[in-house]
């Protein structure tokens, strides 16, 4: 699992002060992010609020990215859209209809956006 710790602004020096527990820490603008050595998740997806949006777009997609998280969804309820961040393709976005597939042999799943959006 995952985590991230924003109780203070944490720097690459802090890293040493870490115990040796076994988990894998990481700081990005001041954000310490915690791997405990569980498996990552393979899609992670977030609804934008007015607070979190740059944040969102910014910190928390580059840090999912630096970690190997395969997919990333940010949902925007307002505009009725899901940016889709995948390692090594980039930024799509979707208006209409979403399919992730969690490996190739698994079936897709597909989102039909007007539904969810109604």
Do not use: N
């Amino acid at each position: 699992m995952y985590m991230a710790t924003m109780s203070r602004w944490w720097t690459a020096s802090d890293l040493a002060e870490l115990p040796e527990d076994g988990c894998r820490y990481e700081v990005l603008e001041g954000e310490l992010l915690e791997h405990d050595g569980s498996d990552a998740p393979l899609l992670v997806i977030e609804i934008h609020s007015p607070s979190t949006r740059v944040r969102d777009l910014g910190t928390k997609r580059a840090a999912y990215m630096a970690l190997g998280i395969p997919e990333y969804w940010q949902v925007d309820l307002e505009a009725r859209t899901v940016l889709v961040t995948r390692q090594g393709i980039g930024d799509q976005l979707a208006s209409t209809t979403l399919e992730w597939r969690p490996t190739p042999e698994h079936p897709a799943l597909r989102v039909d956006l007007a539904s969810l959006f109604r």
